[in-house]
């Protein structure tokens, strides 16, 4: 599948939301709970959207879901070797879905169970989704 050269851009690491980045290079997925109304957020919050509270955690998510879509990217963008999938996947615990690259020796599928791994590309882990 895809194989990224370097980041084509930069990713800044907001301060705040900073322990995000961190954590991803521990191989650990977090995002932030509301203490006030007990909302999970992703991607991570300084105010909660619900109950508008500034009352936020740091908390460990599951690394699982459902894939709900996917497509497929014939010409990669810049940085990227060769094509590849991008799946939609319903997180355990998360209201909304997260989109990431999908890695494994089969194109994704509807309903197919995946778990979320890491990829390090200079020096950063980001997400990549694996069959289950």
């Known amino acids: 599948m895809a194989t ?42 300084i105010l909660c959207p619900k109950c508008f509270s500034t009352n936020v955690e740091w908390t460990e998510l599951p690394r699982k879901g459902t894939v709900e879509s996917f497509t497929f990217v014939e010409i990669p963008p810049e940085g990227f070797l060769e094509s ?30 995946v778990e979320m791994h890491f990829e390090s590309i200079d020096g950063q882990n980001v997400p990549v989704f694996k069959p289950a």
């Open 4 to 45: 990224l050269q370097q980041f084509p851009y930069f990713i800044e690491k907001a301060e705040r939301i900073k322990p995000f980045w961190d954590a991803l290079n521990q191989g650990k997925f977090v995002s932030t709970r509301c203490s006030e109304c007990e909302e999970v957020h992703f991607p991570p919050r």
């Open 84 to 113: 590849y999938y991008l799946a939609m996947v319903r997180m355990d615990q998360l209201e909304k879905p997260i989109l990431a690259r999908f890695v494994g020796e089969n194109p994704p599928s509807i309903g197919q169970a």
